[in-house]
């Protein structure tokens, strides 16, 4: 690779996010965002134009145990935030854990996932950029 190609990778990769939210938007409207990092792989799914009625929203959260059930902290700075998985992901019908999981990933940008014996970091760029159906 010559000094220039360098320069512009190195660039490149100095002003764009090497993590960030990936948005997109389905047929039916609902919006559904993705974050993956290592060990880790974040969906989450909004309905803020109603396509679903009731609307619908959902969570997945992939970290290597597959389809994990049970307790899960997410650190933020000093702040934390508990909430349930069931079958792989948190639903609205829990909601204190489904405004505990959209308050945790909206308090910050760097975060830690702690759940079933594992610790990870989460760094997502920004903090998620909706509230999902939680009033928040």
């Given at each position: 690779m ?17 993590f960030?939210w ?14 993956e ?12 134009q109603?396509a ?9 959260i992939?970290f ?9 902290m ?17 639903l ?11 308050e ?19 760094e997502?760029g ?11």
């Amino acid at each position: 690779m010559n000094r220039l190609s360098y320069a512009i990778a190195t660039l490149i990769a100095l002003t764009s996010p090497a993590f960030a939210w990936e948005h997109t938007t389905d047929f039916r409207g609902l919006e559904i965002y993705d974050h993956e990092d290592e060990g880790i792989e974040v969906q989450v799914i909004c309905d803020p134009q109603g396509a679903f009625i009731p609307p619908i929203y959902s969570a997945r959260i992939d970290f290597g145990q597959k389809d994990y059930e049970g307790e899960v902290m997410l650190q933020s700075g000093d702040a934390t935030f508990t909430f349930e998985m069931k079958h792989g992901s948190i639903l609205p019908n829990d909601e204190p854990s489904w405004k505990s999981l959209i308050e945790g990933l909206r308090s910050g940008s760097n975060l830690t996932l702690n759940a079933g014996g594992q610790t990870l970091q989460l760094e997502t760029g920004s903090p998620f950029p909706v509230t999902c159906g939680a009033e928040v």
